[in-house]
């Protein structure tokens, strides 16, 4: 048990750092205009080595922003219960440690699937057709990698769990 609690600790603490990062840094998307290379974000936009603050509200970018800052504090919160986990307090008989840490990575991952789903449907379906010679750059890369680090956060904290019960349920009687 404490094994797979190590591993989703591990992919967690992980995960974590690479969503910040994502979030955080302005390397989602790279292009060329007017000659010149440029990169932007979600919070500014690049172009021959000056940074400007992404001022327009656009709907996807908050709603890609959002998603990402809500995945970072849910797998936040799960690596806290994650911790709490290794101790062996009472809790609920029903709602254990490693299931509500569990259940926080999977929200997690959700909040991160959506977040990377909405920026790629508009940048492939809008911005790639504006910029003809374009890629997706290496924080673009870190969120679908911060989406597989907090899934499998979530799969060995489940994990942990059903090993936990089979072990509560098998006990002397």
């Given at each position: 048990m404490?094994s797979?609690?190590?591993?989703?600790l591990?992919?967690?603490?992980?995960g974590?750092?690479?969503?910040v990062?994502?979030?955080a840094?302005?390397?989602w998307?790279q292009y060329?205009?007017?000659?010149?290379?440029?990169?932007q974000g979600?919070?500014?936009?690049?172009?021959?080595?000056?940074?400007?603050?992404?001022?327009e509200?656009i709907?996807?970018?908050?709603?890609?922003?959002?998603?990402?800052?809500?995945?970072a504090?849910?797998c936040f919160?799960?690596i806290?219960i994650g911790?709490?986990?290794?101790?062996?307090?009472?809790?609920?008989?029903?709602?254990?440690?490693?299931?509500?840490?569990?259940?926080m990575?999977?929200?997690?991952?959700?909040?991160?699937?959506?977040?990377?789903?909405?920026?790629?449907?508009?940048?492939?379906?809008f911005?790639?057709?504006?910029?003809?010679d374009?890629?997706?750059?290496?924080?673009?890369i870190?969120?679908?990698?911060?989406?597989?680090m907090?899934?499998?956060?979530?799969?060995?904290y489940?994990?942990?769990?059903?090993?936990?019960?089979?072990?509560?349920?098998?006990?002397?009687?």
């Amino acid at each position: 048990m404490y094994s797979f609690m190590g591993g989703g600790l591990f992919c967690a603490w992980v995960g974590n750092i690479l969503l910040v990062v994502a979030t955080a840094t302005d390397h989602w998307m790279q292009y060329r205009l007017s000659g010149a290379f440029a990169h932007q974000g979600l919070w500014r936009y690049c172009l021959s080595n000056k940074c400007y603050l992404q001022t327009e509200s656009i709907a996807y970018w908050n709603a890609t922003r959002a998603f990402m800052i809500l995945a970072a504090l849910c797998c936040f919160v799960g690596i806290v219960i994650g911790i709490l986990a290794f101790a062996q307090l009472p809790t609920f008989h029903r709602l254990t440690r490693p299931f509500s840490a569990g259940i926080m990575f999977f929200i997690s991952t959700l909040f991160v699937l959506l977040a990377m789903a909405i920026y790629t449907g508009v940048t492939v379906s809008f911005l790639g057709r504006r910029f003809g010679d374009w890629r997706f750059s290496w924080s673009y890369i870190l969120g679908w990698v911060s989406l597989l680090m907090t899934f499998f956060a979530g799969i060995f904290y489940m994990c942990a769990y059903r090993m936990h019960e089979c072990r509560r349920l098998s006990g002397p009687r």
